[in-house]
């Protein structure tokens, strides 16, 4: 929404690194409250086997201009002129996809999609969220075909597809093999547990045809619930 103008916020060029004051400050002030309030510190309730570097800091602006999707603050119910911020549960990234030769809408989310299936593991399917940060040049991509978020996100679950058989042949425990040998070897398992767990937004630099991916750490339907608030000012 407009506070994203208001603070001077980055959403293109370098989005989601440093140098700029309001997305590091925003960040650092959101993981001291959490620290702080929360409990959440090292060696008591924070017990992270490497942890993040984006525990110190990591906030970002959608550049909604710069795209005809809707922006996710309206995807998630608000009006176009709120100022919202989405708070996230994320366990890893950016992961860089680098794609410069699709040249159509199926092809890029059919990219995008497949680069995702070794997600946290390569066996864990229908498990984990995550958040797509699509680059104005993608988009540029997508939006030749008219190409919507709903498509971009059906097409990466079908790219990310894996059969049973695939994934007993990568080794299972005895549970796992216990729940997939009740199905068809060909059955066709994805990623996510429903389109609904990945979330679509645009930012950073007008050069470079890259898509980045945060990843989640649980479905949203146990835990990895992502929260949106209006900014009331």
Same mark, same amino acid.
């Given at each position: 929404?407009?506070?994203?103008? &208001?603070? !001077?916020? *980055?959403?293109?060029?370098?989005?989601?690194?440093?140098?700029?004051?309001?997305?590091?400050?925003?960040?650092? #002030?959101?993981?001291?409250?959490?620290?702080?309030?929360?409990?959440?510190?090292? +060696?008591?309730?924070?017990? $992270? %086997?490497?942890? *993040?570097?984006?525990?110190?800091?990591?906030?970002?602006?959608?550049?909604?201009?710069?795209? *005809?999707?809707?922006?996710?603050?309206?995807?998630?119910?608000?009006?176009?002129?709120? &100022?919202?911020?989405?708070?996230?549960?994320?366990? +890893?990234?950016? %992961?860089?996809?680098?794609?410069?030769?699709?040249?159509? +809408?199926?092809? =890029?989310?059919? $990219?995008?999609?497949? $680069?995702?299936?070794?997600?946290?593991? #390569?066996?864990?399917?229908?498990?984990?969220?995550?958040?797509?940060?699509? $680059?104005?040049?993608?988009?540029?991509?997508? /939006?030749?075909? !008219?190409?919507?978020?709903?498509?971009?996100?059906?097409?990466? @679950?079908? #790219?990310?597809?894996?059969?049973?058989?695939?994934?007993?042949?990568?080794?299972?425990?005895?549970?796992? @093999?216990?729940? =997939?040998?009740?199905?068809?070897?060909?059955?066709?398992?994805?990623?996510?547990?429903?389109?609904?767990?990945? !979330?679509?937004?645009?930012?950073?630099?007008?050069?470079? /045809?890259?898509?980045?991916?945060?990843?989640?750490?649980?479905?949203?339907?146990?835990?990895?619930?992502?929260?949106? &608030?209006?900014?009331?000012?």
């Amino acid at each position: 929404g407009p506070i994203r103008h &208001s603070l !001077d916020m *980055n959403m293109g060029l370098g989005a989601l690194g440093q140098g700029n004051r309001a997305n590091a400050t925003i960040g650092r #002030a959101l993981r001291l409250a959490i620290r702080n309030v929360g409990g959440a510190k090292p +060696g008591g309730t924070e017990r $992270s %086997t490497f942890s *993040n570097p984006m525990k110190y800091t990591m906030c970002f602006a959608e550049w909604e201009e710069r795209s *005809n999707w809707d922006p996710l603050h309206v995807e998630r119910g608000f009006s176009p002129e709120d &100022s919202v911020v989405t708070v996230f549960a994320m366990t +890893g990234g950016p %992961t860089i996809i680098m794609d410069e030769d699709s040249l159509g +809408g199926d092809a =890029l989310a059919g $990219s995008i999609g497949a $680069s995702t299936s070794t997600m946290l593991n #390569a066996k864990a399917y229908g498990f984990s969220t995550c958040l797509m940060v699509v $680059s104005p040049e993608h988009v540029d991509t997508f /939006k030749r075909d !008219d190409y919507s978020k709903a498509q971009m996100r059906r097409r990466m @679950q079908v #790219a990310s597809e894996k059969t049973v058989d695939e994934l007993i042949e990568l080794g299972v425990t005895d549970e796992q @093999q216990a729940r =997939l040998s009740k199905l068809e070897p060909d059955t066709r398992l994805s990623k996510f547990g429903s389109d609904e767990d990945i !979330d679509i937004v645009v930012a950073g630099s007008e050069a470079g /045809k890259c898509t980045a991916f945060f990843h989640g750490w649980i479905p949203r339907s146990i835990g990895s619930i992502p929260v949106s &608030s209006k900014i009331e000012v």
